[in-house]
Nanobody, 124 residues
Framework: QVQLVESAGGLVQAGGSLRLSCTASSRSFGSYAVGWFRQAPGKEREFVAAINWSGGNTDYADSVKGRFTISRDNAKNTAYLQMNSLKFEDTALYYC?????????????????WGQGTQVTVSS
């Protein structure tokens, strides 16, 4: 029912910045909370950041707090993840996800729709 497409991943040097985009096909994008998750090879998918449907509440994993910023533009059906001060450990496939309802969640099982992911590689 809702298709999510991530973009703007890429290769960056440690200490650099990158902004990921997540564009939704749904006309009701503003009705969903949005989360970003990431998964490195051989590791479990982990929570990165989330934002409620109005954009007024955000949540971040401790590993990215102070470096990453999640935002959204409902008029464009798009969510963003601004990543600054990137570290090698940030290297992963990043997924955008949406969940029905306004509340954020750190648990992947709570999300209803997922994008295919965009690769972020940070060189040391």
């Amino acid at each position: 029912q809702v298709q999510l497409v991530e973009s703007a991943g890429g290769l960056v040097q440690a200490g650099g910045s990158l902004r990921l985009s997540c564009t939704a096909s749904s006309r009701s994008f503003g009705s969903y909370a949005v989360g970003w998750f990431r998964q490195a090879p051989g590791k479990e998918r982990e929570f990165v950041a989330a934002i409620n449907w109005s954009g007024g509440n955000t949540d971040y994993a401790d590993s990215v707090k102070g470096r990453f910023t999640i935002s959204r533009d409902n008029a464009k059906n798009t969510a963003y993840l601004q990543m600054n001060s990137l570290k090698f450990e940030d290297t992963a496939l990043y997924y955008c996800a949406a969940k029905i309802g306004q509340l954020t969640s750190r648990h992947s099982a709570r999300y209803d729709y997922w994008g295919q992911g965009t690769q972020v590689t940070v060189s040391s």
